[in-house]
């Protein structure tokens, strides 16, 4: 159970004590401050109960225990740790006994000091010696010091057993509590970014027939909210960490897919993201010129590494594109645009006379999914240059035109059942043929002017196809899209490019399919999602695995995923927008409705949505069809 509010995390098990094993403490910046607190009440451990999350950073763990001699079977005291992310947990005792109580109290306590990356490791050093500080305890060690005061301050404070004692005065029927509170020495308490009224995004809510709808809306925003980070050197520009715990730090490929599919909630969180990437943009001379640089990613076992660095790159262009349809400000768009220009005039240096645009190191293969975000940036970012009234979309738009052309010949594979995309070709043109949740993103194109949607890279028949594909047993797990079919050679359930379901992945299949007019594919995607998000209490994880789902099923944790993730927080959001197929133009002062027509979670309202920096409400009813209910002033409904 992972409370997040970054920079700070609490890390621990269903039981609620942490015991020092694994991952389990309170962090800060990366650093663990306390490792163990464990509780004892009249020298025996509660007996867990009961474990919940409260909000993205905070849990509520309940126990229960005999303090009463001849008291029977039934406990007559309940334990209560309401445990935050900002290092402080507060132990509430109830009594249901029939005469005043004496209780001992005693919390143990401990810590390394240890390094988030070493401890995932195994490297992490023994406790470290104890001191007893103010009302608490105190370690320090040469890289910083941690301490945890409690109020009411304690009878006993033992520095060699890491103990603080009490007795506590319960009377009948009645509650006391303590405090503790873990803090980095010089280091104020943390207060998420979210949970201030400087939060980017709107607080949209979900209604309707299917009343999974609401939490997974309500708990994606929170978690969206836990994960903000700020630009340390320009604190108004926020940004999304990609994940908890193992990724705390910026991805700019995560941060930009992320900030995209949030745009319906604002675009005060593109707009931060954007301006925060753009001052790490590549300059000079060089083939990397123009590069928003990111690390190498797995790619699994067909393919080698992929340079997200390409991919947040051809990110930006289009999210500043759509966020400019969704009602970015025109100054703010004019200030990101030569950011934008630089990533178009990288892409057409890098594929020079060439098609395709290549891996950036030598020998590298042609991937699929590289050609689809290549594709979008070149079209989005045409129709961006030509609205801001700025050279070279013309040269992007026939570029565009000759990669459709090329792709669909050398990119399908024909077969008798069909045919399928590649998911790569390699440095001498064979195609590597195994069919992944990569090729979802051939079906996202990205949103034009007028609530159009920019051309794909398939024609209408290889579309189908892909859509029947990606809607069969292979693919569709019942829980959501597995990243390697079933059959392919190297699939794995766990793998993490290979077999696993990424919630990402199967919203934007999910979206692309209802947009080229699958519905019986994209709402059989839809429904298995947001069962597995049932399953995870609404907290959907990066991915899971991709066994099949049976009657009586749940789906398994990845227990290498990120929980909560930025880009499967913001598919929560993704999902039931799809369903009101909402398309703005906010600079034509239009948006057009292209609703799920088989509504295949009965009716759905949302409210509180952004368009144009306004409410956005809309309701799409059981038979599909879908109507306006709130809007800013003079946002006509498109055809």
């Given at each position: 159970?992972?409370?997040?509010?970054?920079p700070?995390?609490?890390?621990?098990?269903?039981?609620?004590?942490?015991?020092g094993?694994?991952?389990?403490?309170f962090?800060?910046?990366?650093?663990?401050l306390?490792?163990?607190?464990?509780?004892?009440?009249?020298?025996?451990?509660?007996?867990?109960?009961?474990?919940?999350?409260?909000?993205?950073?905070?849990?509520?763990?309940?126990?229960?225990?005999?303090?009463?001699?001849?008291?029977?079977?039934?406990?007559?005291?309940?334990?209560?740790?309401?445990?935050?992310?900002d290092?402080?947990?507060?132990?509430?005792?109830?009594?249901?006994?029939?005469?005043?109580?004496?209780?001992?109290?005693e919390?143990?306590?401990?810590?390394?000091m240890?390094?988030l990356?070493?401890?995932?490791?195994?490297?992490?050093?023994?406790?470290?010696?104890?001191?007893?500080?103010?009302?608490?305890?105190?370690?320090?060690?040469?890289?910083?010091?941690?301490?945890?005061?409690?109020?009411?301050?304690?009878?006993?404070?033992?520095?060699?057993?890491?103990?603080?004692?009490?007795?506590?005065?319960?009377?009948?029927?009645?509650?006391?509590?303590?405090?503790?509170?873990?803090?980095?020495?010089?280091?104020?308490?943390?207060?998420?970014?979210?949970?201030?009224a400087?939060?980017?995004?709107?607080?949209?809510?979900a209604?309707?027939?299917?009343?999974?709808?609401?939490?997974?809306?309500?708990?994606?925003?929170?978690?969206?909210?836990?994960?903000?980070?700020?630009?340390?050197?320009?604190?108004?520009?926020?940004?999304?960490?990609?994940?908890?715990p193992?990724?705390?730090?910026?991805?700019p490929?995560?941060?930009?897919?992320?900030?995209?599919?949030?745009?319906?909630?604002?675009?005060?969180?593109?707009?931060g993201?954007?301006?925060?990437?753009?001052?790490?943009?590549l300059?000079?001379?060089g083939?990397?010129?123009?590069?928003?640089?990111?690390?190498?990613?797995?790619?699994?076992?067909?393919?080698?590494?992929?340079?997200?660095?390409?991919?947040?790159?051809?990110?930006?262009?289009?999210?500043?594109?759509?966020?400019?349809?969704?009602?970015?400000?025109?100054?703010?768009?004019?200030?990101?645009?030569?950011?934008?220009?630089?990533?178009?005039?990288?892409?057409?240096?890098?594929?020079?006379?060439?098609?395709?645009?290549?891996?950036?190191?030598?020998?590298?293969?042609?991937?699929?999914?590289?050609?689809?975000?290549?594709?979008?940036?070149?079209?989005?970012?045409?129709?961006?240059?030509?609205?801001?009234?700025?050279?070279?979309?013309?040269?992007?738009?026939?570029?565009?035109?000759a990669?459709?052309?090329?792709?669909?010949e050398?990119?399908?594979?024909?077969?008798?059942?069909?045919?399928?995309?590649?998911?790569?070709?390699?440095?001498?043109?064979?195609?590597?043929?195994?069919?992944?949740?990569?090729?979802?993103?051939?079906?996202?194109?990205?949103?034009?002017?007028?609530?159009?949607?920019?051309?794909?890279?398939?024609?209408?028949?290889?579309?189908?196809?892909?859509?029947?594909?990606l809607?069969?047993?292979?693919?569709?797990?019942?829980?959501?899209?597995?990243?390697?079919?079933?059959k392919?050679?190297?699939?794995?359930?766990?793998?993490?490019?290979?077999?696993?379901?990424?919630?990402?992945?199967?919203?934007?299949?999910?979206?692309?399919?209802?947009?080229?007019?699958?519905?019986?594919?994209?709402?059989?995607?839809?429904r298995?999602?947001?069962?597995?998000?049932?399953?995870?209490g609404?907290?959907?994880?990066e991915?899971?695995a991709?066994?099949?789902?049976?009657?009586?099923?749940?789906?398994?944790?990845?227990?290498?995923?990120?929980?909560?993730?930025?880009?499967?927080?913001?598919?929560?959001?993704?999902?039931?927008?799809?369903?009101?197929?909402?398309?703005?133009?906010?600079?034509?002062?239009?948006?057009?409705?292209?609703?799920v027509?088989?509504?295949?979670?009965?009716?759905?309202?949302?409210?509180?949505l952004?368009?144009?920096?306004?409410?956005?409400?809309?309701?799409?009813?059981?038979?599909?069809?879908?109507?306006?209910?709130?809007?800013?002033?003079?946002?006509?409904?498109?055809?």
């Open positions: 159970m992972i409370c997040v509010a970054l700070a995390l609490a890390i621990s098990t269903d039981q609620g004590q942490m015991t094993q694994g991952l389990e403490g962090y800060r910046s990366g650093r663990r306390l490792s163990r607190c464990r509780l004892r009440v009249s020298g025996r451990e509660p007996l867990a109960v009961q474990a919940r999350m409260i909000t993205a950073d905070s849990a509520r763990f309940v126990g229960a225990l005999r303090a009463s001699p001849h008291s029977g079977p039934d406990p007559d005291v309940v334990v209560e740790r309401i445990r935050r992310a290092g402080t947990e507060r132990i509430t005792l109830h009594s249901a006994a029939l005469r005043p109580l004496r209780v001992p109290v919390v143990a306590l401990g810590t390394d240890a390094e990356g070493a401890i995932a490791s195994g490297a992490a050093g023994p406790e470290l010696p104890a001191s007893v500080y103010d009302s608490g305890l105190r370690w320090s060690c040469p890289t910083g010091t941690s301490s945890v005061t409690a109020d009411p301050t304690p009878m006993d404070a033992l520095a060699s057993a890491g103990l603080l004692r009490w007795e506590l005065e319960l009377p009948p029927g009645g509650s006391t509590s303590v405090e503790l509170r873990v803090r980095a020495d010089g280091a104020g308490p943390v207060r998420a970014l979210g949970r201030t400087t939060s980017p995004l709107a607080s949209a809510q209604s309707g027939d299917d009343s999974r709808l609401q939490p997974l809306l309500r708990t994606s925003v929170e978690d969206l909210n836990a994960l903000l980070l700020r630009d340390p050197a320009h604190p108004a520009d926020m940004h999304l960490a990609a994940g908890a193992w990724r705390c730090g910026p991805a490929a995560d941060a930009l897919a992320a900030a995209r599919m949030t745009l319906p909630l604002g675009t005060r969180l593109a707009a993201t954007l301006r925060t990437l753009a001052r790490t943009q300059q000079g001379a083939p990397q010129s123009g590069m928003i640089p990111g690390p190498r990613r797995d790619a699994g076992t067909h393919l080698p590494p992929a340079c997200t660095g390409t991919e947040a790159t051809l990110l930006f262009p289009a999210l500043l594109a759509e966020a400019r349809r969704w009602g970015l400000p025109d100054s703010e768009t004019e200030e990101l645009l030569p950011t934008a220009e630089r990533c178009l005039t990288w892409l057409r240096t890098t594929v020079g006379d060439n098609t395709y645009l290549c891996d950036p190191h030598p020998g590298g293969p042609v991937r699929c999914e590289t050609q689809a975000h290549a594709h979008r940036a070149a079209l989005l970012g045409a129709d961006l240059l030509d609205a801001c009234g700025r050279p070279g979309a013309a040269e992007l738009r026939q570029w565009a035109k990669l459709r052309t090329a792709f669909g050398d990119f399908w594979i024909d077969d008798l059942s069909g045919g399928r995309p590649a998911a790569a070709r390699a440095p001498d043109g064979t195609p590597v043929p195994h069919l992944g949740a990569a090729s979802v993103h051939l079906l996202d194109t990205g949103l034009l002017g007028e609530g159009e949607l920019a051309p794909g890279l398939l024609g209408k028949v290889q579309t189908e196809q892909l859509a029947r594909l809607g069969g047993p292979a693919m569709d797990t019942g829980w959501g899209l597995r990243g390697l079919a079933v392919e050679v190297g699939y794995n359930p766990f793998g993490h490019r290979t077999g696993a379901v990424r919630v990402h992945e199967t919203a934007i299949a999910v979206a692309g399919l209802a947009a080229a007019g699958y519905e019986k594919e994209a709402s059989s995607l839809l298995g999602a947001l069962a597995a998000a049932e399953s995870f609404y907290r959907l994880p991915m899971y991709g066994e099949q789902r049976t009657d009586g099923s749940a789906p398994l944790p990845h227990p290498a995923a990120c929980r909560p993730a930025a880009t499967a927080a913001a598919a929560g959001v993704l999902l039931p927008v799809t369903l009101a197929g909402i398309r703005p133009d906010a600079p034509a002062r239009t948006v057009t409705l292209r609703p027509h088989r509504a295949p979670l009965g009716e759905i309202v949302l409210t509180g952004r368009i144009a920096g306004a409410p956005f409400s809309v309701r799409v009813g059981r038979l599909g069809l879908a109507m306006v209910e709130e809007a800013a002033d003079g946002l006509q409904l498109g055809v």
